[in-house]
């Protein structure tokens, strides 16, 4: 196999000459840990993947120096795997997946400059280690399932499978929660929006006229966190993938060096560049400016809302009317305000799941209560008011074949899809040159077969 002699001189090469690079806030020294095939695993790609786990609240079950690089490692049979089958992702679901990532750092760890703190990087590093990491997860992803393919199960597999179970290794099902929601937004004066309108006048004026490039001005100014590090630019996106205002505007632009007129979308106001066409595809620069809403019109749908909240209370009308005819939140109002659960397509969430200013709230609510009025981040980035109604909570407990029947049948599809899995690995591992530094060795694998000397 071609990648013995390979990997082995890469290893002993990357070993050489990397011990002497510093890398983190805390002057660790990097290094060469592992080799897989011809791919080598640096001691910061697993101090990288701590951070993260540690910034999204995952916990890494045993020592993270031996689990993370045993996944990375496995990750990269993966990748070798699809370079063999010719499987790639497209990049317009890596470039979502990036800007949703890079807004969810944002939420959690509080701004862009805390986020590069953090990390101890720029934001364009993080964006392009994000990217590398999405398409390499994503891909990942599309081996598995093809080697796992379309695994079907019979309900009296499902039986076998929970009455073969011991007692103490019966699935845990976690306290789900159901949730209506109405929000309001708080209204804008028009004398902001008349300031923001202005300033993207001004920015149109400065590009048009050759002071100042778009990019420039979209790096400095604009309040879409996504693309404002580059320099407002979205990538190559189709018209679905555009809210509709903004396709409808971007679609008919023709001139590169022209800016368009202004857009108000969901998100708040946009100019927009063009970049290229291709086909029905688009790359085009926005920036994006929200009017600052004042802190009289937060206090004023607060108590709006109050007073909303008191009148179901006192039966004057209902959540659910209250949710179809006041709420602004488009994806429940037509719902009975009942929170769709992106992860799973149903309605009920793990708490940990709940956006955290909901989850706070729900958690000191009993069911049919609703809460106080609070203030919340929308999907939209932007700051809107908000009460919530807890419809129902079933604690957490043991599985039971009548109550969590799906729960079963997919804990058994998966069973059989990482038994398909595990398999593939051990017959990979036999064929493929894999070399562990000896400090980080001493760890107790999930899979047998990586210390071969």
Same mark, same amino acid.
């Given at each position: 196999?071609?990648?013995?002699?390979?990997?082995?001189?890469?290893?002993?090469?990357?070993?050489?000459?990397?011990?002497?690079?510093?890398?983190?806030?805390?002057?660790?020294?990097?290094?060469?840990?592992?080799?897989?095939?011809?791919?080598?695993?640096?001691?910061?790609?697993?101090?990288?993947?701590?951070?993260?786990?540690?910034?999204?609240?995952?916990?890494? @079950?045993?020592?993270?120096?031996?689990?993370?690089?045993?996944?990375?490692?496995?990750?990269?049979?993966?990748?070798?795997?699809?370079?063999?089958?010719?499987?790639?992702?497209?990049?317009?679901?890596?470039?979502?997946?990036?800007?949703?990532?890079?807004?969810?750092?944002?939420?959690?760890? %509080?701004?862009?400059?805390?986020?590069?703190?953090?990390?101890?990087?720029?934001?364009?590093?993080?964006?392009?280690?994000?990217?590398?990491?999405?398409?390499?997860?994503?891909?990942?992803?599309?081996?598995?399932?093809?080697?796992?393919?379309?695994?079907?199960?019979?309900?009296?597999?499902?039986?076998?499978?929970?009455?073969?179970?011991?007692?103490?290794?019966?699935?845990?099902?976690? =306290?789900?929660?159901?949730?209506?929601?109405? =929000?309001?937004?708080?209204?804008?004066?028009?004398?902001?929006?008349?300031?923001?309108?202005?300033?993207?006048?001004?920015? /149109?004026?400065?590009?048009?006229?050759?002071?100042?490039?778009?990019? /420039?001005?979209?790096? &400095?100014?604009?309040?879409?966190?996504?693309?404002?590090?580059?320099?407002?630019? &979205?990538?190559?996106?189709?018209?679905?993938?555009?809210?509709?205002?903004?396709?409808?505007?971007?679609?008919?632009?023709?001139?590169?060096?022209?800016?368009?007129?202004?857009?108000?979308?969901?998100?708040?106001?946009?100019?927009?560049?063009?970049?290229?066409?291709?086909? *029905?595809?688009?790359?085009?620069?926005?920036?994006?400016?929200?009017?600052?809403?004042?802190?009289?019109?937060?206090?004023?749908?607060?108590?709006?809302? @109050?007073?909303?909240?008191?009148?179901?209370?006192?039966?004057?009308?209902?959540?659910?009317?209250?949710?179809?005819?006041?709420?602004?939140?488009?994806? =429940?109002?037509?719902?009975?305000?009942?929170?769709?659960?992106?992860?799973?397509?149903?309605?009920?969430?793990?708490?940990?799941?709940?956006?955290?200013?909901?989850?706070?709230?729900?958690?000191?609510?009993?069911?049919?209560?609703?809460?106080?009025?609070?203030?919340? &981040? *929308?999907?939209?980035?932007?700051?809107?008011?908000?009460?919530?109604?807890?419809?129902?909570?079933?604690?957490?407990?043991?599985? /039971?074949?009548?109550?969590?029947?799906?729960? &079963?049948?997919?804990?058994?599809?998966?069973?059989?899809?990482?038994?398909?899995?595990?398999?593939?690995?051990?017959?990979?591992?036999?064929? =493929?040159?894999?070399?562990? *530094?000896?400090?980080?060795?001493?760890? *107790?694998?999930?899979?047998? %077969?990586?210390?071969?000397?």
């Amino acid at each position: 196999m071609r990648t013995s002699l390979i990997a082995r001189t890469a290893f002993f090469l990357l070993s050489a000459i990397l011990p002497a690079v510093s890398f983190s806030q805390d002057n660790i020294i990097d290094q060469v840990v592992w080799v897989v095939g011809d791919e080598a695993i640096l001691k910061s790609e697993v101090e990288e993947e701590r951070l993260v786990a540690l910034s999204e609240r995952r916990d890494i @079950d045993g020592d993270p120096y031996c689990v993370i690089p045993e996944q990375l490692a496995i990750q990269k049979l993966f990748l070798n795997q699809a370079e063999i089958d010719s499987i790639e992702v497209g990049d317009s679901e890596i470039i979502s997946r990036v800007d949703a990532q890079i807004n969810f750092y944002i939420q959690q760890i %509080g701004s862009e400059e805390k986020v590069e703190e953090y990390f101890n990087k720029t934001m364009t590093q993080i964006r392009e280690k994000l990217r590398q990491n999405i398409r390499d997860g994503l891909t990942a992803q599309r081996v598995q399932q093809e080697i796992v393919g379309e695994i079907k199960v019979t309900p009296s597999e499902v039986r076998n499978y929970f009455n073969d179970l011991p007692y103490d290794s019966i699935p845990y099902i976690p =306290t789900n929660v159901e949730v209506q929601l109405i =929000t309001k937004e708080p209204t804008v004066p028009q004398v902001e929006i008349d300031a923001v309108k202005a300033k993207l006048r001004e920015f /149109t004026e400065r590009v048009n006229s050759g002071e100042t490039s778009f990019s /420039t001005l979209a790096l &400095l100014y604009s309040e879409d966190p996504g693309s404002r590090v580059r320099g407002g630019e &979205l990538g190559f996106m189709g018209r679905g993938q555009l809210l509709p205002e903004f396709a409808n505007v971007a679609f008919n632009l023709q001139d590169p060096n022209k800016v368009s007129k202004i857009v108000e979308t969901e998100y708040g106001y946009h100019i927009i560049q063009l970049i290229e066409k291709r086909g *029905d595809r688009i790359n085009c620069r926005h920036i994006l400016l929200r009017p600052h809403v004042p802190a009289e019109a937060i206090d004023s749908s607060l108590i709006a809302l @109050d007073s909303i909240a008191d009148n179901i209370r006192n039966g004057k009308y209902t959540f659910e009317q209250a949710a179809l005819y006041i709420s602004d939140d488009k994806d =429940t109002r037509l719902n009975n305000g009942l929170m769709p659960n992106p992860y799973d397509n149903t309605s009920k969430f793990q708490m940990q799941q709940l956006p955290q200013e909901i989850a706070k709230v729900v958690d000191g609510l009993n069911v049919g209560e609703i809460s106080d009025p609070f203030t919340m &981040l *929308d999907d939209n980035g932007k700051e809107v008011c908000a009460i919530v109604k807890l419809k129902t909570k079933i604690d957490g407990h043991k599985a /039971t074949i009548s109550e969590d029947y799906q729960r &079963l049948k997919d804990l058994v599809m998966e069973k059989l899809g990482e038994e398909k899995l595990k398999e593939w690995i051990k017959e990979k591992l036999k064929t =493929t040159y894999v070399r562990i *530094d000896p400090e980080w060795r001493n760890c *107790d694998f999930k899979y047998d %077969g990586w210390v071969k000397d």
